[in-house]
């Protein structure tokens, strides 16, 4: 199981994009890579086809899966996801989300499971 996957939210962090995010748009994981919409334009020389004219494109390259991470909107940050077995024995994705007080001491922490945020989106 794939810890980043179609259509989850992401943030890049690390390279020229840093900061970035966007929605992963195509999954790549034979090689490890991910296309994400709207992050790390490329130009690219195109020449002439049958049915399209030849010029200069702007596409969105791919990235390595190591320099994203899974965009939490309830800590509104970058989060790692961890695998592992939910109560029916299949594998889920689930991310931790920890509360902290002003002493920077955790007074709260849960696990929450990816799949449930897709299918509220």
């Known amino acids: 199981m794939r810890k980043i996957?179609?259509?989850?939210e992401v943030i890049v962090i690390s390279g020229r994009n840093k900061g970035q995010r966007g929605r992963v748009r195509v999954a790549i994981p034979d090689k490890d890579r991910v296309i994400i919409e709207g992050v790390n334009i490329v130009k690219r020389h195109r020449?002439?086809?049958?049915?399209?004219?030849?010029?200069?494109?702007?596409?969105?390259?791919?990235l390595h899966v190591s320099n994203v991470m899974f965009w939490s909107p309830r800590a509104n940050k970058g989060v790692r996801v961890h695998v592992k077995q939910d109560e029916h024995g299949k594998n889920a994705r689930y991310?931790?989300?920890e509360e902290k007080d002003k002493d920077g001491k955790v007074t709260k922490r849960e696990e929450i499971m990816i799949e449930a945020i897709a299918v509220e989106r």
């Open 47 to 62: 020449a002439r086809g049958r049915a399209r004219q030849a010029g200069i494109i702007e596409m969105e390259a791919p």
């Open 95 to 97: 991310y931790v989300h």
């Open 5 to 8: 996957r179609r259509g989850d």
